[in-house]
């Protein structure tokens, strides 16, 4: 009985001891710890319809700051009875006759991750307007519907509930998404028709509500695949020089290119900072290098108008002094890189002159083609999106560094075109955002009233298309940079203490 009794107790600890064992080879609590999701990062996309052109009712496609609308019984419109937030409205016809053919607004772009849209709609204040009231309860009743689409355009289904027009003042009306998948939508005046008369609504500031990434580019992309940089060969486009139009910034004061300061202290002796002044930016360039250390320009809704679209003009700088190596159109040809835009195409579709302006190789890197197509275009269409929204924003962009890794291979590549082009390691930029408005320089001054977003990429192929990764203060670059670098110098050293240490949130 007493062996019995001393197995079973020397068993019951090699049992225990095995089930131990057991659950530390299976249930490793380190490896089992699951990081909490992300959070997708909210958006809140305003169309204001002030950029673009159409003054007649034909159907037609328009570019906006958002994209590509259809337009069709509808104008933008800026007269007396528009009733509009700004300069312009869209102007959408009712039926002209009992066939209901109804005026309608619709994006040719689909949004995605939405959660809600704001419209802002009114009466349109014309002579035959004649709307619904107490003591004329036989006028006309001024309607509108909102349609969604989610196979491209084919089929629309409507959305909430109609709303009916009972005055001519702009009001919010808010309709609620619940399927975050891609969908575009149509704006249809499905207002009554009454003998001749017939009701004209006034559309206006469009705002889509949504989290994650919504596939809105904010004045087009930039840069579309494939830049020019890999492929093109051939004989170089004519170098040229610069037209500078009534649509430039200007030279001094509030909206000039250089407001927030000379950060290199750039002149017109040195060969490695030199002075460019290109009407529609202003830039320091390196003579060694063949490329800009640094372009700065001011960015407001006056310059994205879309009066002009992407020219893609390549071509070298005529202008530059004797003695300067001339970067062609095809210097980057095969090199793996992109033709990288300092100053956006994007930023200057107010004219052709300003759009062939930031065509000149003198406003070029040789950039990752990811690092451009995606990483960098992200940033710029964020940017647009922040003057879409009421800002306005003072940019500089920069690189510095030697070596960086393109498309053609894993191997770092110091320079191009023969050696005449230097390849940066680094891709900076900083952007002071401040409302629309004068007296910006007092206005930064003020801290509270001022955000700066500054961010530094290495200039690779693998980087990741989320610019805020790259998120850095502005003192970070200023030493990188070094030489005395000095970023936002006419503000007072104790603002620039108090903003440049300062890292964003991104959002």
Same mark, same amino acid.
């Given at each position: ?376 275009? &992200? @940033?710029?269409?964020? /940017?647009?999106?922040? *003057?879409?929204?009421?800002? !306005? $924003?003072?940019?500089?962009? #920069? ?86 670098? &000095? @970023?936002?110098?006419? /503000?007072?050293?104790? *603002?620039?203490?108090?903003? !440049? $240490?300062?890292?964003?949130? #991104?959002?």
């Amino acid at each position: 009985m007493k062996l019995k009794h001393l197995l079973i107790y020397l068993f019951i600890p090699l049992a225990l001891a095995s089930c131990k064992k057991d659950r530390d080879e299976t249930e490793n609590p380190e490896t089992e710890i699951l990081q909490p999701p992300v959070a997708p990062k909210p958006y809140s996309i305003n169309e204001n319809f002030e950029s673009g052109i159409k003054a007649g009712y034909d159907v037609a496609d328009v570019t906006i700051s958002t994209g590509s609308w259809s337009m069709n019984g509808a104008l933008l419109g800026s007269d007396a009875g528009d009733i509009r937030n700004g300069g312009k409205s869209v102007r959408i016809q009712g039926t002209k006759d009992n066939a209901k053919r109804n005026g309608n607004l619709a994006m040719n772009f689909d949004v995605t991750g939405l959660k809600s849209v704001i419209i802002k709609s009114s009466f349109a204040n014309f002579a035959d307007k004649q709307f619904v009231t107490a003591t004329n309860p036989v006028a006309l009743k001024g309607s509108w519907e909102l349609q969604s689409s989610k196979d491209g355009g084919k089929t629309y289904t409507k959305v909430g509930q109609t709303i009916t027009e009972t005055d001519i003042v702009l009001v919010a009306h808010t309709f609620q998404i619940t399927d975050p998948a891609a969908q575009r939508f149509i704006i249809v005046n499905t207002s009554d028709y009454n003998g001749s008369n017939r009701v004209r609504l006034s559309i206006d500031d469009i705002t889509f509500v949504g989290e994650g990434e919504s596939g809105i580019t904010i004045g087009g992309s930039d840069t579309p695949p494939d830049d020019g940089g890999g492929t093109s060969t051939g004989t170089p486009t004519t170098p040229r020089g610069i037209n500078i139009g009534t649509d430039a910034p200007p030279a001094t004061g509030d909206n000039s290119n250089l407001l927030f300061g000379n950060p290199s202290a750039a002149n017109m002796i040195s060969a490695e900072n030199y002075l460019l002044d290109m009407g529609y930016y202003v830039e320091s360039y390196s003579k060694s290098r063949g490329t800009p250390n640094w372009v700065s320009w001011h960015l407001d809704n006056t310059n994205t108008t879309n009066a002009t679209g992407r020219l893609d003009n390549f071509a070298g700088f005529k202008d530059l002094p004797a003695g300067y190596y001339q970067v062609q159109s095809t210097s980057y040809s095969g090199s793996g890189f992109d033709r990288g835009h300092n100053c956006p195409s994007a930023d200057r579709t107010s004219s052709t002159f300003a759009n062939s302006a930031t065509f000149l190789m003198t406003n070029m890197i040789p950039q990752a083609p990811q690092n451009n197509q995606q990483t960098w275009n &992200n @940033l710029e269409s964020y /940017l647009r999106l922040q *003057v879409n929204n009421g800002n !306005e $924003v003072y940019v500089i962009m #920069g690189s510095y560094g030697i070596g960086g890794v393109g498309s053609k291979s894993t191997a770092t590549v110091t320079t191009i075109d023969n050696g005449n082009v230097t390849v940066p390691s680094n891709v900076w930029k900083v952007a002071v955002i401040i409302p629309a408005g004068d007296r910006d320089l007092i206005r930064a001054g003020n801290t509270s009233g001022i955000r700066v977003i500054a961010v530094n990429t290495p200039n690779v192929n693998t980087i990741n298309s989320d610019w805020t990764k790259y998120i850095v203060s502005v003192r970070d670059i200023e030493t990188a940079v070094g030489n005395g670098f &000095n @970023l936002l110098g006419s /503000l007072p050293q104790s *603002v620039q203490d108090a903003i !440049e $240490v300062k890292k964003d949130s #991104g959002i």
